[in-house]
């Protein structure tokens, strides 16, 4: 990604947007919470892989963080299943599946800010009027 830390510029969104659809496991369409990502692209194009356990490093001496995650191949399109591919090949499915999982952990955060600001509300004389007009009021 080529912004600073913990930002995705238009770019990189629009970029790795492309990549993948989210469509439902095979195996249990109905349930939302089994959700998988299909790549649009590259030499694992129509491969569906389910992303498991995920976790968060504290930062380094230079505040760096990384994170470790799992994911499941779900399935492989019959055109792939019996396809050798390259070292090079892997190490850009690896970043490219690392790119999707910070775009999706990155949208989810804009949802729960959205969420939040919903229960922010700023005083604009229906609620708190003894207070400035710049207060800000939160509702827990």
Same mark, same amino acid.
Do not use: A, S, V
């Given at each position: 990604m080529s912004a600073g830390i913990n930002e995705l510029t238009k770019e990189d969104y629009d970029r790795i947007n492309s990549y993948y659809s989210l469509v439902p496991h095979p195996e249990h369409p109905e349930d939302v919470s089994q959700m998988c990502v299909q790549l649009n692209t590259g030499p694992f194009e129509g491969t569906v892989i389910k992303y498991g356990k995920f976790q968060i490093a504290p930062p380094d001496y230079e505040g760096e963080s990384t994170a470790k995650y799992e994911y499941d191949i779900v399935t492989v399109p019959p055109e792939l299943q019996d396809v050798e591919h390259s070292d090079e090949e892997g190490e850009k499915f690896e970043y490219m599946i690392g790119e999707i999982l910070v775009k999706l952990l990155w /949208? =989810?955060?804009?949802?729960?800010?959205?969420?939040?600001?919903?229960?922010?509300?700023?005083?604009?004389?229906?609620?708190?009027? /003894? =207070?400035?007009t710049d207060t800000l009021t939160f509702n827990t």
């Open positions: /949208d =989810r955060h804009l949802e729960t800010l959205k969420e939040e600001q919903k229960e922010i509300k700023t005083n604009d004389g229906i609620i708190g009027e /003894d =207070r400035e």
